[in-house]
T-cell receptor, first 114, second 112 residues
Framework: KAGVTQTPRYLIKTRGQQVTLSCSPI?????VSWYQQTPGQGLQFLFE???????NKGNFPGRFSGRQFSNSRSEMNVSTLELGDSALYLC?????????????FGSGTRLTVV | GQQVMQIPQYQHVQEGEDFTTYCNSS?????IQWYKQRPGGHPVFLIQ?????EVKKQKRLTFQFGEAKKNSSLHITATQTTDVGTYFC????????????FGKGTLLTVNP
């Protein structure tokens, strides 16, 4: 079966711009979680969506937002980009809520803010 | 909130040596998961432990869940260059607000 698909793979943006990242989960998975990964901070939880509803949210500013569509595909948006937003953004799909039976991660979107 | 500490942060071994990474939680966990991330890759699910004192093996990898369900370990016997990567544990305290908390990972490098 197809894995978790994230687009785009790489992105370069300028400070102050906004960006939208996309994630298509494994077919049948209704939970999609987003993580930010940086060398110093590891995997930081952004939010989780389940059946189009935000179920959990991490400690990120309001510039980070997301949504989930009826087909379980999810998008995350970062507005007013800052240099510190440069990171690998990972989407994780799971059968159970919150990764209960394990996450399947996508390959990630590498965002560079200049 | 729940914290999951993982040690060591880095480990460099000679090929053939054993390797262990440890994970400790500030709270009792309902279960713990382990992931491996190869350099330049994404985390890949390895295993989930649920029962107190549980031990599971996958070839050269042995996973343990502590009796108090607050700690866990991953042991690799006779490391190979293919074992290189960052190993993450992720713990969950359970309840209605089910959410995984990841440790910061242990980066394993293997000298051939």
């Amino acid at each position: 079966k197809a894995g978790v698909t994230q687009t785009p793979r790489y992105l370069i943006k300028t400070r102050g711009q906004q960006v939208t990242l996309s994630c298509s989960p494994i077919s049948g998975h209704r939970s999609v979680s987003w993580y930010q990964q940086t060398p110093g901070q590891g995997l930081q939880f952004l939010f989780e969506y389940f059946s189009e509803t935000q179920r959990n949210k991490g400690n990120f500013p309001g510039r980070f937002s997301g949504r989930q569509f009826s087909n379980s595909r999810s998008e995350m948006n970062v507005s007013t980009l800052e240099l510190g937003d440069s990171a690998l953004y990972l989407c994780a799909s799971s059968l159970g809520i919150g990764g209960e039976y394990g996450y399947t991660f996508g390959s990630g979107t590498r965002l560079t803010v200049v | 909130g729940q914290q999951v500490m993982q040690i060591p942060q880095y480990q460099h071994v000679q090929e053939g040596e054993d390797f262990t990474t440890y994970c400790n939680s500030s709270t009792t966990l309902s279960n713990i998961q382990w992931y491996k991330q190869r350099p330049g890759g994404h985390p890949v699910f390895l295993i989930q432990l649920v029962k107190s004192g549980e031990v599971k093996k996958q070839k050269r990898l042995t996973f343990q869940f502590g009796e108090a369900k607050k700690n866990s370990s991953l042991h690799i016997t006779a490391t190979q260059t293919t074992d290189v990567g960052t190993y993450f544990c992720a713990g969950c305290s359970g309840g209605s607000n089910y959410k995984l908390t990841f440790g910061k990972g242990t980066l394993l490098t293997v000298n051939p």
